[in-house]
């Protein structure tokens, strides 16, 4: 299976300031089938980017997405009070569907 | 807006089964998939497996094969997780996700998920 190693696992940010998160796939993921989601505590996780760089009706364009192959990014241009969460990429170009283990976006 | 409702938590005996349902809108079967994922405490997010109501397909994780169960009733639009055998380690979050169809794996599949349930907390402890 394809093991996604996310990386770093906690950025300490200031509102105002961008976030570059990395995803890196121990083999090529076809396709750049990568997703990635924002999930906060007890609530249900939110798909932020499919396809590694198309963004759903209703995401604010502050997230983007980019990569191929075995490395993908995501980045936050500006870090807004409600963007600080756990994030996780996934794939779906290989079985079994795989996630990383998260990156925390914590408040400095 | 979309929802998914998913059925409330449960305690568990190890050796025992769970089941647990998600409510899907009318019509997300002719179009979706449903998969299952869930997160034990300090743990990834795991996909454990999804289902293809239309074509009738289930796709499971190796790692569950043998001891889990998923299937949708068209008639109510209604998804169900059957994990049995359960042990500690199943104590999880358990979440279920409408799931966008491609040819991502070469042939039809299960792409990325949303939007999600609430997630169910299944708590196995004897």
């Known amino acids: 299976e394809i093991v996604l190693t996310q990386s770093p696992g906690t950025l300490s940010l200031f509102p105002g300031e961008g976030a570059t998160l990395s995803c890196r796939a121990s083999?090529?993921?076809?396709?750049?089938?990568v997703a990635w989601y924002q999930h906060k505590p007890g609530q249900a996780p939110r798909l932020l980017i499919y396809?590694?760089?198309s963004r759903p009706t209703g995401i604010p364009d502050r997230f983007s997405g980019s990569g191929s192959g075995t490395d993908f990014t995501l980045t936050i241009s500006r870090l807004e009070p409600e963007d600080f969460a756990v994030y996780y990429c996934q794939q779906y170009g290989s079985s079994p569907l795989t996630f990383g283990g998260g990156t925390k976006v914590e408040i400095k | 807006q979309v929802h998914l409702v998913q059925s409330g938590a449960e305690v568990k005996k190890p050796g025992s089964s769970v089941r647990v349902s998600c409510k899907a809108p009318?019509?997300?079967?002719?179009?979706?998939?449903i998969s299952w994922v869930r997160q034990a405490p300090g743990q990834r997010l795991e996909w454990m497996g999804g289902i293809m109501p239309l074509y009738r397909t289930t796709h499971y994780s190796p790692k569950f094969q043998g001891r889990v169960t998923i299937t949708a009733d068209d008639s109510t639009t209604t998804a169900y997780l059957e994990l049995s055998g359960l042990r500690s380690e199943d104590t999880a979050v358990y979440y279920c996700a409408r799931s966008f169809l491609g040819a991502f794996l070469g042939k039809l599949s299960l792409g990325w998920f949303d939007p999600w349930g609430q997630g169910t907390l299944v708590t196995v402890s004897s």
């Open positions: 396809g590694a760089f």
């Open positions: 009318g019509g997300t079967f002719n179009t979706y998939g």
């Open positions: 083999e090529s993921v076809t396709s750049s089938y």
